[in-house]
């Protein structure tokens, strides 16, 4: 069975705008997102326009704040402290990458964590680690949608998460124990990853290498949720798992795109309207 994410994501977002209908019926304020975009990084664009649009459809205010990528990292550091201070900003979100004359941790680290929707800001971490509620990254809750969406419970399933990233690898990996899944997280410097994958409940490929996972890694009946975006020989867009050599031997999959890549979307504007609700209290 193949794991819709443009249908589930289209689902979460149509639900995101009844509630934000239900905002402007009352006279309320609108949740509003704010993306900073540094330079003219041509996929950085292209992210940036289809989270606007997404803010669109659900009647969600959005600002892109573009910027020159001479920028110095003085300069940003006040865009920033504005923002924070901007009682009608819910959620700031800057687009990475950014120039290497900035340091990205630096300027992630001074958003605040309570508009901080990406879900990268060290309080928000040290949440997810503690099992708190806080802003959660993403991707990571795009796919803890997608398993809820199927019916799939983690209780007691073996998980293995190949990819060890701050951004996907190591919160997902939380967010499965938090699910009481037993969790293995696989890397570059795994001994018989083969081996590893083949136990899986559940493989989550999170690599970046372009088909790297076919049949010989995948156990029959295994759920296979696929976070990679590469270009194929053919300069297709594709995942990091051979998606005709395995979708015979899951039971689920994820396609790329249009599997976890939509969700991701979904789940930052759900972020907006939760940091939004715990502002207005």
Do not use: W
Request: aromatic fraction near 4%; hydrophobic fraction near 40%.
């Amino acid at each position: 069975m193949i794991i819709d994410g443009k249908a589930i994501s289209l689902k979460r977002k149509d639900e995101l705008k009844k509630k934000i209908d239900l905002l402007r019926s009352e006279g309320k304020r609108i949740p509003k997102l704010t993306v900073v975009l540094v330079g003219d990084n041509q996929a950085s664009q292209t992210y940036v326009r289809n989270k606007e649009k997404a803010c669109a459809y659900v009647g969600m205010l959005s600002e892109i704040i573009r910027l020159d990528d001479t920028i110095n990292e003085q300069e940003l550091i006040q865009v920033i402290t504005g923002l924070n201070q901007d009682q009608s900003v819910d959620g700031i979100l800057v687009q990475l990458p950014l120039p290497s004359h900035i340091h990205e941790e630096r300027i992630l680290d001074l958003i605040d964590p309570s508009k901080d929707v990406d879900g990268f800001h060290p309080s928000n971490v040290a949440k997810l680690l503690l099992g708190q509620k806080g802003l959660v990254p993403c991707t990571p809750q795009g796919m803890m949608v997608l398993l809820d969406e199927i019916g799939f419970d983690l209780t007691g399933k073996e998980v293995v998460v190949v990819g060890r990233s701050n951004i996907v690898g190591k919160p997902v990996a939380l967010l499965c124990l938090q699910k009481n899944a037993t969790v293995t997280i696989a890397h570059s410097r795994t001994q018989n990853l083969k081996n590893v994958c083949q136990r899986a409940d559940v493989l989550i490929a999170a690599i970046g290498q372009t088909k790297f996972f076919n049949k010989d890694y995948i156990k029959k009946g295994a759920v296979v949720l696929d976070v990679g975006m590469n270009r194929d020989e053919n300069k297709k867009l594709c995942g990091d798992v051979d998606f005709k050599d395995v979708e015979d031997i899951a039971s689920y999959i994820t396609p790329v795109p249009g599997g976890v890549g939509p969700m991701t979307i979904a789940m930052l504007l759900e972020n907006t309207l939760l940091a939004y609700n715990q502002r207005e209290g």
